[in-house]
């Protein structure tokens, strides 16, 4: 392993259409250079991370979302009903083509949950719209999704900022984007469905440590104003994006001119890979 090349992994974090703040990180690695070793991603970052992988700037994923709808993602907006997620994977196979992981130009997972064995899943190889569609796959606002033998619905209620999962594959640092970390907010609406969004960020706050803890560095931009289900305000998602990573950047940087090594840590053995 003495003088191997140190690898750099990015983990994007999920957050609905907060997801737009990933935009701006992505704009803010480019024009320092930076290129990553492998990609993760859950939910909304599993989305951006796979255009990310496939080789698309920041320019080229602003001119596919810059005219998004909330009607394109989610489709049937009946209340109190899950929509199916389609939407999300016509956004794939429309752009990237009806590919599969293994041809992204950069190493690419997509993390999931499987509710019929309750594991964590993830996705390193196989049909890439599907991966994307079953980690984005939030309960209550689209329906699961059919994959293999499996029901996956929305990786963060395991693993919102996938950290670990570079580290598994090789990484010995990595940089972390969380767009959601006001996730504790709560609710005082007794709808069925926002009780249901507000016990997902329960559950998600307890496992954004597990990200945190394998992160190098954290990028965390300002997304409390805005509503993770709700494309309003994308501009200013995707400049909040941009300065924390900024802010951000003598750390990563570092990280970049380092050469020492990193010992990998295992992966938990609940976690199901399919590479």
Request: glycine share 10%; hydrophobic share 40%.
């Amino acid at each position: 392993m003495f003088g191997r090349k140190i690898k750099i992994g990015i983990a994007f974090g999920g957050g609905g259409t907060r997801g737009f703040s990933h935009l701006g990180a992505i704009k803010a690695f480019e024009e320092f250079g930076l290129k990553f070793d492998f990609v993760a991603g859950t939910s909304a970052g599993s989305l951006v991370g796979a255009f990310y992988a496939a080789g698309y700037s920041y320019k080229e994923m602003y001119e596919i979302v810059k005219n998004l709808k909330e009607k394109d993602i989610r489709k049937n907006i009946i209340p109190f009903t899950p929509s199916k997620i389609d939407g999300v994977g016509e956004l794939v196979t429309n752009n990237l083509g009806d590919i599969n992981i293994e041809d992204l130009k950069i190493p690419y997972a997509a993390v999931a949950v499987d509710i019929k064995s309750t594991k964590e899943i993830c996705l390193a190889k196989g049909n890439l719209a599907k991966a994307v569609m079953g980690s984005c796959a939030v309960p209550g606002v689209f329906t699961p999704v059919l994959y293999n033998d499996m029901i996956l619905c929305d990786g963060g209620l395991q693993n919102t900022i996938p950290a670990d999962v570079p580290r598994y594959f090789g990484c010995d640092y990595v940089i972390s984007v969380d767009v959601n970390k006001s996730r504790t907010y709560g609710t005082d609406s007794t709808k069925v469905l926002d009780v249901l969004m507000c016990s997902i960020r329960i559950l998600m706050k307890s496992n954004a440590v597990r990200g945190y803890v394998n992160s190098d560095v954290i990028i965390a931009p300002e997304t409390k104003r805005f509503k993770s289900t709700r494309t309003d305000g994308m501009e200013e998602m995707i400049e909040e994006g941009y300065k924390a990573t900024i802010d951000a950047m003598p750390k990563i940087m570092e990280i970049f001119n380092k050469r020492r090594k990193h010992k990998l840590k295992a992966f938990p053995s609940d976690v199901t890979i399919i590479k």
